[in-house]
């Protein structure tokens, strides 16, 4: 599906120029065109792939990105999966599902520690079972159809008493807004700042509820790739993984100059909004885990418990080692 595109000097030497040999034009760098999905419409948590492709970071390693924005972790996975996508984001619930039941993919680095995720409400929710019978609205391939059926199962509750109200995420600030739907699956750095923008406009104060907060202890966003491809070439996935942690760490130092590079790429965006989007994933990136271990790796102990976790949850019924769900774990 993605030709690889030669770039070369033999135009000018057709032309006659003069100029390269042909030692030199078998040197010239060779750019794979990708495909890459975020998990949801863009927002300040994706910028450092765009401040890698502005400033040539994926290119040095060989790619032509093209960055794509989808509606969920599941929709990712689906595509990465099929091989409409060649990389893609998505929340570590979701792909462990997906691993258990078939799904030809792997995560390879480590994106966000911890979630991100949680709920917005415009009323505190404090514990899990406070949201019993409460509506949510969710898009069918959000991850938190995934993440709340895990934490109501550390805590005993039944998760088949959870509303789930069926939502493209284009209309979940309207729906909340409007009383359609009591709770929300949004993002303390994607949803929350410019929700809180919205609400305030109309007179009303938006909750948030973290999962972190509510015992989800995993890993949050990794990066997946489908598993015949990384056998056949993990070197590829290591270069895009050494050029996203370029780009990462690029933006955690330059925060306000990778909301310009986001809202240049994007002009429909809101700079206030995509710095305080991207602040808040900062957080999700450095932790106590990643200040002992390094930013973007995982360990065969955590991996473990995230799967778990999971099969525990899901009633899953397969047997899962950390290298089923990473093809690399450091750096």
């Known amino acids: 599906m993605h030709k690889l595109g030669i770039l070369t000097a033999s135009l000018a030497a057709m032309l006659g120029f003069g100029g390269l040999t042909v030692e030199a034009q078998a040197q010239a760098p060779t750019m794979k065109k990708i495909t890459f999905l975020t998990n949801y419409v863009y927002n300040g948590r994706h910028a450092p792939f765009f401040v890698g492709r502005d400033k040539g970071f994926y290119k040095e390693a ?38 258990a039941k078939g799904a030809k993919l792997k995560a390879f680095m480590v994106y966000t520690d911890v979630t991100t995720s949680g709920l917005a409400s415009l009323t505190p929710f404090k514990t899990p079972e406070s949201i019993t019978g409460k509506r949510i609205a969710a898009s069918q391939t959000d991850s938190a159809r995934v993440i709340l059926p895990i934490i109501f199962d550390e805590k005993k509750l039944d998760a088949s008493k959870l509303d789930w109200q069926a939502a493209d995420p284009g209309v979940y600030f309207s729906l ?68 996203t942690r370029k780009a990462v760490e690029y933006a955690i ?61 899901l009633k899953l019924d397969a047997s899962l080692k950390p290298d089923d769900l990473f093809a690399i774990k450091g750096k």
Request: cysteine-free; charged content about 25%.
């Open 62 to 99: 060989g790619f032509d990105i093209d960055i794509t924005p989808a509606t969920g972790s599941g929709f990712v996975i689906t595509a990465v999966d099929s091989g409409k996508a060649d990389y893609g984001m998505a929340e570590i619930g979701p792909v462990v599902q997906a691993i």
């Open 176 to 243: 909340l807004l409007s009383n359609r739907a009591d709770l929300f699956t949004a993002s303390s750095d994607g949803d929350m700042p410019a929700l809180s923008k919205v609400a305030a406009a109309q007179g009303k104060t938006v909750e948030f509820t973290s999962f972190v907060d509510w015992g989800y202890d995993v890993f949050g966003y990794v990066l997946v790739a489908a598993t015949p491809n990384l056998e056949k070439n993990l070197d590829e996935a290591k270069r895009f993984a050494a050029a």
């Open 253 to 313: 130092k330059n925060p306000d100059e990778t909301a310009d590079i986001m809202v240049k790429a994007n002009p429909a965006m809101n700079r206030e909004t995509v710095l305080a989007q991207w602040t808040g994933a900062i957080r999700s990136m450095q932790t106590p885990y990643t200040a002992e271990h390094g930013y973007g790796v995982a360990d065969d102990k955590r991996i473990l418990r995230t799967i778990d976790l999971v099969k525990k949850a």
